[in-house]
């Protein structure tokens, strides 16, 4: 985030290259003895006193980044970075950060040696300015300590899955709304398991590269890019899934920050692939929850992050989210995880924070 020194404002969609360039045409000017360029490569090191500036393009992005506030050109890019992805990209960000975060801690609930790299300087800096925004209404924790629910609910569906794919034989998974989800990477599969993630290019884009560099999966993993919101099932159908086979459906951290009609959209078509003898594992806040005082902080302190999850969205997502699966579990059995209710989250949250 800016510091308290800021001489002009960021423009409202910044552009990195266009910063590049800007940096690139400030040293020009100040290698050609330009009088107001040298001057700002002075103001940008006022403890440098009498000495002759530094004339290099690192120390003219230094300049750029400290006349917009920035303590840095790094922060200056992680920030850019933070601002040209969506809201549910950036979210996706900020779950991975938290899984670093987690990762190194003292006394981690899982390890994901793969999430630093993939929540980047942009995914930092989301999760800091989360932190930063929200203030108590995160808890009593630093802002290098992993958010007890994000925690706590990524080793929940870690058990889950792991339990119904070994304990039922079931040998496809299809990730919705994956994000940087790697548990194809750092989880033991049995060995034939067919893994599917679904999710927008926006987010494969940023994932794929990344994961290219690092490791192969343990099991065979495939990216289907589709928007949920939309039809999927093709997709997915194309990269080798059995609609005929029983699967294991993850939807996690996905449905409240979408709007009533597309849950009740992707509950549904689970409806037309999901084959008997399937598996769901799904987080939900009841409609009861979302209008609750303990949330009313919370909320309004995303709101003004820009956050999707407004009160009245999460409402009505929560209201349409356990019509949809009711009916979902009315005409398709599927097997559901043992409810983690938000007492006993709750409970689970406090305790870690407790014990570790």
């Given at each position: ?12 969609r910044?552009?990195l290259?266009h ?10 000017a ?9 001057q700002?490569?002075?103001?940008a ?6 000495e002759?500036p ?6 003219a ?5 400290r006349?917009?506030?920035f ?13 040209q992805?969506?809201?549910?990209g ?8 938290n899984?670093?975060?987690e ?13 630093r790299?993939l929540a ?15 203030g108590?209404?995160s808890?009593p924790?630093?802002t290098r300590d992993?958010?007890?629910?994000l ?16 304990g039922?034989g ?6 919705l709304?994956a994000?940087?989800d790697?548990?194809?990477?750092r ?6 398991l067919?893994?599917f993630?679904?999710?927008?290019e926006?987010?494969?884009?940023r ?32 990269a080798?899934?059995d ?5 294991a459906?993850?939807?996690?951290g996905?449905?409240l920050?979408?709007n ?10 689970l409806?037309?692939?999901a ?5 769901i594992g799904?987080?939900?806040i ?8 303990l949330?009313?902080a919370h ?9 999707p ?5 999460l409402?009505?997502a ?14 398709n059995?599927i097997q ?15 305790t870690?924070a407790?014990?570790?």
């Open positions: 985030m800016p510091n308290d020194r800021i001489a002009e404002p960021l423009p409202a910044p552009n290259e910063q590049r360039k800007r940096a690139r045409a400030l040293l020009k100040a290698r050609a003895e330009d009088r107001e360029a040298l700002r490569f002075r103001a090191r006022p403890n440098a006193k009498d002759p530094k004339l290099s393009l690192q120390a992005q230094f300049v750029i980044a006349e917009y506030g303590a840095s050109w790094t922060k200056l890019k992680a920030h850019i970075g933070a601002m992805i969506s809201p549910l950036s979210l996706a960000l900020i779950v991975a950060a899984r670093a975060f990762t190194e801690h003292a006394q981690p609930l899982y390890r994901d040696p793969f999430a790299l980047g300087d942009a995914g930092m800096a989301l999760m800091a300015r989360m932190r930063s925004a929200l108590s209404a808890g924790f630093s992993p958010d007890p629910y925690s706590v609910r990524t080793r929940f569906f870690d058990d889950a899955l792991q339990k119904v794919v070994r039922a079931i040998a496809q998974v299809v990730v709304g994000g940087m790697m548990r194809a990477f989880l033991e599969w049995p060995a034939g067919a893994w993630e679904i999710d927008r926006e987010v494969f884009s994932k794929e590269p990344v994961l290219r560099r690092l490791a192969r999966p343990r099991c065979a993993r495939q990216a289907v890019c589709a928007d949920l919101g939309g039809e999927w099932t093709s997709a997915l159908a194309a080798g899934f609609s005929t086979r029983p699967a459906f993850l939807i996690e996905v449905l920050y979408l009533a009609a597309t849950v009740a959209h992707v509950l549904r078509t409806q037309g692939v084959g008997r003898g399937s598996w799904l987080d939900l009841s409609a009861a929850t979302a209008a609750s005082p949330m009313a909320l309004r302190r995303l709101a003004e992050l820009g956050r999850s407004s009160a009245s969205r409402r009505c929560a209201m349409s989210g356990d019509a949809a699966v009711a009916a979902l579990i009315r005409s059995p559901l995880p043992r409810p983690a209710t938000p007492c006993n989250v709750r409970r689970t949250c406090a870690v407790a014990f570790r």
